[in-house]
Nanobody, 127 residues
């Protein structure tokens, strides 16, 4: 069982930055692929970014490439999402998710592929 708690959301002007954190409970954090998803009002939850168990492999939604960076600190059981050059379209509730796998060929980008979810943190970007 893994519990995930996101922090770092808030209100920011377009062009600004935020860093989201996701703290995980448990002693097996390093065996999980970690992902970030977001859901805007009236829209489906969409994949934003993910990082492999060892931090070697990262992948992103095309619209956030070059602006967002996912990273992890396995010693702190935490995954981060650095978001720069934010746009109003980035406004959403952001969720952290965990998938128990160390398979390097597995690159989960669909919500149903993940085992555990946090409660979400609101990010609002004003124009």
């Amino acid at each position: 069982q893994v519990q995930l708690v996101e922090t770092g959301g808030g209100l920011v002007q377009a062009g600004g930055s935020l860093r989201l954190s996701c703290a995980a409970s448990g002693r097996t954090f390093s065996t999980y692929t970690m992902g970030w998803f977001r859901q805007a009002p009236g829209k489906e939850r969409e994949f934003v970014a993910a990082i492999s168990w060892n931090g070697v492999d990262t992948y992103y939604l095309d619209s956030v490439k070059g602006r967002f960076t996912i990273s992890r600190d396995n010693a702190k059981n935490t995954v981060y999402l650095q978001m720069n050059s934010l746009k109003p379209d980035d406004t959403a509730v952001y969720y952290c998710a965990a998938l128990y796998t160390v398979n390097p060929s597995k690159r989960p980008t669909l919500a149903h592929e993940y085992d555990y979810w946090g409660q979400g943190t609101q990010v609002t970007v004003s124009s």
